[in-house]
């Protein structure tokens, strides 16, 4: 495995200085713990100081877009022999406590184990619930790791397959969608599945990323803006494949019913370590079911009370 970093520093004096304390955490997040695998970043309108020591740099002194600098760390990945290209914003990095960084782990250890997959995307909480839906599979997720067909449309962290090495071919971000659509890695992730490519969502995956300083969405309307773009970019190019357009959303069950070479709704693949699930996850359900369990109509339950 090898881990590629796209990173783009704004001139903004301000919102640099906060992109900076991220690029530094998930510097110290991989230099920790994965000390021994090569890391290679496309660095845009870096400073000579603002360079990591043990990286190696795609230097550009201004901004060629993330589909751009994602395809230079592409062009680097596919001329090895590795398995899998760990490839990352530079201020995504993952939760340990959800078994995450054990997926990433053992898929450096062991990437014969998870071969069958072509592209391994990762959940952004904030757009996709998973405490529950991994507490309603508590004892599978116990011993095995969870992926779904494709769902979380979002590479800011995620493990592509050696295309090249495996099939001979090469696979690019499309260079003509740009930060002012955002919709980049759903563009790829389609084009993928449109391939019968196996793509899927690991369920066990958590990123963490920062909801603040995007350099991309300015607040969270100018983001529904933005996916709202997106819905309907993918629809005119994708919806041949079965994609659709629902109520201004992409519904992807049919496209990878279609196209998606994993046909099961779960695929499970067995943990090399037991998880144990954390307090804040086993909470979560004891919470639901207190809320559950609320009387629903507390204006009669006050009534009867005051009569009593």
Excluded at 62 to 75: D, F, K, Q, T, V
Excluded at 144 to 165: D, E, G, R
Aim: hydrophobic residues 35%; contains cysteine.
């Amino acid at each position: 495995m090898i881990i590629g970093i796209s990173s783009y520093l704004p001139k903004d004096k301000e919102l640099r200085e906060k992109r900076k304390i991220h690029i530094k955490r998930q510097y110290d997040f991989f230099k920790e713990n994965f000390p021994d695998v090569k890391i290679v970043c496309c660095s845009q309108q870096y400073d000579e100081e603002d360079y990591l020591p043990g990286i190696k740099y795609i230097k550009f002194d201004h901004g060629i877009s993330l589909p751009g600098a994602r395809n230079e760390l592409l062009e680097v990945f596919y001329k090895t022999d590795e398995d899998f290209f760990l490839l990352a914003d530079d201020d995504t990095i993952v939760f340990d406590y959800y078994g995450s960084l054990d997926l990433c782990k053992e898929i450096h250890k062991n990437p014969k184990k998870f071969l069958e997959f072509d592209l391994i995307t990762s959940i952004n909480p904030r757009y996709m619930p998973f405490k529950e839906s991994m507490l309603d599979h508590k004892y599978e997720n116990e011993r095995n790791y969870c992926f779904i067909p494709l769902s979380c449309k979002s590479n800011a962290f995620c493990f592509l397959k050696n295309l090249k090495k495996h099939y001979g071919v090469e696979v690019y971000y499309d260079n003509n969608v740009t930060n002012a659509v955002g919709c980049e890695d759903m563009v790829f992730d389609a084009e993928l599945v449109s391939r019968k490519y196996a793509v899927v969502t690991c369920k066990d995956l958590i990123m963490k990323t920062p909801a603040e300083d995007s350099t991309l969405a300015t607040d969270e309307n100018h983001r529904r803006e933005i996916l709202k773009k997106n819905a309907e970019f993918l629809d005119k190019n994708f919806s041949k494949f079965g994609l659709v357009l629902r109520n201004g959303n992409v519904t992807w069950n049919n496209f990878n019913k279609i196209c998606n070479k994993v046909k099961q709704p779960l695929v499970w693949i067995k943990r090399e370590n037991f998880y144990e699930f954390p307090e804040n996850l086993l909470n979560c359900k004891k919470r639901k079911k207190e809320e559950e369990d609320k009387p629903k109509n507390l204006g009669l339950l006050a009534g009867l009370m005051k009569n009593c």
